[in-house]
């Protein structure tokens, strides 16, 4: 009998987390492996519900929890892991989003140091979430695995390599969010007024109506709203930039580079170890990110190679991804199945 693995999503709005979850479901490991994806209320219902009442399995071998974790959810947590062993994906929190939204950093860290606690394993989609688990002690270290987050990325391979053309185009994709720092992309746009380009923006969320105030008036800019083809967009795109205030890992990083596109990242968590010899990496601030832009112009302009040797490095680097998440799932779902509870 194949081992059951019960993922718990319940908040399925968050994009990289979904598809990464749902590529591994669709995955080859489908094959080795039972895997459900249920929200937190029909978790319940199939690990509690009297073997009477179910005509479902009743074990689980392994659940994974893919939500934030909070003080309201340790006692969720506990109740799961008297089902069997309970592994904990951080994909929320990391040393950035601690600076910039917690105001009680002991208390903070109590609550995540207790919810670690309860699971027989966390995984680190990031080194430098990792290096910022241990560095304040959340987690002891024989608990922690890190699995660089993936998703699919086959349609992204396939993005034929264009030309540059002599105007460069710049594109964002991802959420309106004020995690996603397109505000600071905008301002710093609004202080190369006189910078030949073009920007477009494809996405949608709550910050939209700033955004487009911010962006109001400059034809230079183009909202494309919310992609139904991602890899379609980023064939429009030159170079893709990614001003995130935080990001765990970021999905996005990872599809532009498998699209061949030089990257411009913010200097935050998981993108820093993403970026190497294929593209720009910056402060999260207005004034940094507006210079990076004015010298991937000037790149452009003055050494276009440079760009497409960005664009092929960042392309190369990702080709084996997807393999390597695979291979290093299957390795701990064993070694959850055969670890005592």
């Known amino acids: 009998m194949k081992p059951s693995i019960l993922h718990i999503l319940i908040d399925r709005n968050v994009g990289g987390v979904t598809s990464s979850v749902n590529g591994l479901l669709r995955s080859p490991l489908s094959e080795k492996f039972d895997f459900l994806l249920l929200n937190l209320q029909e978790a319940f219902s199939y690990l509690f519900k009297p073997r009477s009442q179910s005509s479902r399995k009743f074990k689980v071998d392994l659940i994974i929890f893919h939500d934030a974790c909070s003080w309201k959810l340790l006692v969720i947590l506990l109740l799961l892991r008297l089902r069997g062993n309970l592994c904990i994906q951080e994909h929320h929190y990391s040393e950035a989003s601690e600076s910039l939204k917690v105001p009680s950093k002991l208390r903070f860290r109590l609550m995540l140091k207790l919810a670690y606690g309860i699971a027989n394993r966390v995984i680190a989609v990031s080194y430098?979430?990792?290096?910022?688990?241990?560095?304040?002690?959340?987690?002891?270290?024989?608990?922690?695995?890190?699995?660089?987050?993936?998703?699919?990325?086959?349609d992204f391979l396939d993005v034929p390599i264009k030309p540059l053309a002599p105007k460069l185009t710049l594109g964002y994709f991802g959420r309106f969010s004020e995690q996603k720092g397109v505000d600071l992309l905008l301002k710093a746009m609004r202080d190369l007024q006189d910078l030949d380009l073009n920007l477009l923006i494809g996405g949608y969320g709550e910050n939209e109506p700033l955004l487009r105030q911010l962006a109001e008036g400059d034809a230079r800019i183009q909202f494309c709203g919310k992609l139904a083809n991602v890899p379609k967009f980023l064939e429009l795109c030159d170079v893709i930039i990614i001003p995130s205030r935080w990001e765990p890992w970021g999905n996005v990083c990872l599809e532009a580079k498998s699209a061949g596109k030089?990257?411009?990242?913010?200097?935050?968590?998981?993108?820093?170890?993403?970026?190497?010899?294929?593209?720009?990496?910056?402060?999260?601030?207005?004034?940094?990110?507006?210079?990076?832009?004015?010298?991937?112009?000037?790149?452009?302009?003055?050494?276009?190679?440079?760009?497409?040797d960005w664009g092929n490095n960042g392309r190369e680097s990702v080709r084996g991804a997807w393999k390597k998440y695979l291979s290093e799932w299957e390795e701990l779902l064993w070694l959850s199945k055969t670890s005592s509870r």
Request: proline share 4%; aromatic share 2%.
């Open 262 to 308: 030089p990257v411009i990242v913010t200097r935050v968590d998981g993108l820093v170890e993403q970026v190497e010899d294929c593209g720009l990496v910056v402060g999260a601030n207005v004034e940094e990110m507006a210079a990076a832009i004015a010298n991937i112009v000037h790149i452009h302009k003055t050494s276009p190679q440079t760009l497409i």
């Open 128 to 154: 430098a979430q990792r290096d910022w688990m241990l560095k304040y002690k959340l987690i002891a270290p024989h608990k922690l695995t890190v699995i660089q987050q993936c998703r699919e990325l086959e």
